[in-house]
């Protein structure tokens, strides 16, 4: 190849007007750019799950603004549940980790509207899908924040009632399935440690790889049932109420809890 060929070769490349082919040859630059966009476009599209068995009920706003459900809070507030969003994918980095219990010392400390809250920042990350499971079958109370009628959801399908897909509901908000507590069980305990739960968390847990699972469940000092979840799940967070969760309550659920797995505490109800 003459030298002048060589430098017109040079002067092409550096003003981009061809991209070397592995195997020789010539390509517009430009189909190059327009390639790499579509891939990035593909690899960065919201996740967007057309439901078909999935029943979609449209919540009402103005009662979502009352029940201080985070989809239509202030912008602050949002920001926080995004910091406690990232503080808990950043401790469940490993493969696999998936499941998240949500639980309180006592009853009335917040656990629940923390639990759905969570759930919807969860689900605005493009590439994650949310489950938020009522695990309070004692007491379900979910569906009450968001206005949903009461209705078949985790009891029966452990009683045989019904199957998974029969109780789960999207609230009209992307990638996020609600399943509601189903019919109140005085024997709770003895229905979440059956191998009928045992299977059924299996299943919800391995199914789709991107779903993230998030429990709600009864308090911990007034129910056995979080020790039963806690069985399950990848990690556990306790919602403490400001000026009412006394420090006794707090060393007694950690006592009960020794081994569990964890990640934090949610400081609820503070006045700032």
Request: charge should be positive; hydrophobic fraction near 35%; aromatic fraction near 6%.
């Amino acid at each position: 190849m003459s030298r002048l060929r060589k430098a017109l070769e040079k002067a092409r490349e550096a003003r981009g007007d061809y991209v070397q082919r592995p195997g020789g040859g010539e390509t517009d630059p430009s189909s190059v750019r327009s390639t790499a966009e579509t891939v990035e476009q593909k690899e960065y599209k919201p996740l967007k799950p057309a439901y078909q068995l999935t029943k979609v009920v449209k919540c009402d706003a103005d009662l979502l603004r009352n029940n201080r459900v985070i989809s239509v809070c202030t912008e602050d507030e949002a920001d926080r549940l995004k910091i406690l969003r990232t503080h808990i994918l950043n401790r469940l980095y490993e493969k696999g980790k998936n499941t998240l219990l949500v639980t309180s010392a006592n009853p009335g400390e917040g656990k629940t509207l923390t639990a759905l809250n969570l759930s919807i920042s969860f689900s605005h990350q493009f590439d994650k899908t949310v489950l938020l499971i009522d695990g309070d079958i004692r007491k379900p109370s979910v569906h009450q924040y968001l206005g949903l009628e009461d209705g078949l959801g985790l009891s029966d399908c452990l009683a045989g009632k019904v199957q998974i897909a029969d109780t789960l509901i999207n609230p009209g908000m992307d990638r996020l399935v609600i399943m509601r507590g189903g019919t109140p069980h005085t024997n709770s305990a003895e229905l979440l440690s059956s191998p009928k739960m045992q299977a059924l968390f299996k299943e919800l847990k391995s199914r789709y790889p991107e779903r993230f699972i998030i429990f709600d469940s009864a308090p911990i000092l007034t129910s056995a049932d979080p020790l039963v979840y806690a069985g399950y799940v990848d990690a556990i967070l306790l919602v403490v109420e400001a000026e009412k969760t006394g420090a006794a309550d707090i060393r007694k659920v950690l006592e009960m809890m020794n081994g569990k797995p964890i990640i934090g505490t949610v400081f609820n109800k503070a006045i700032e």
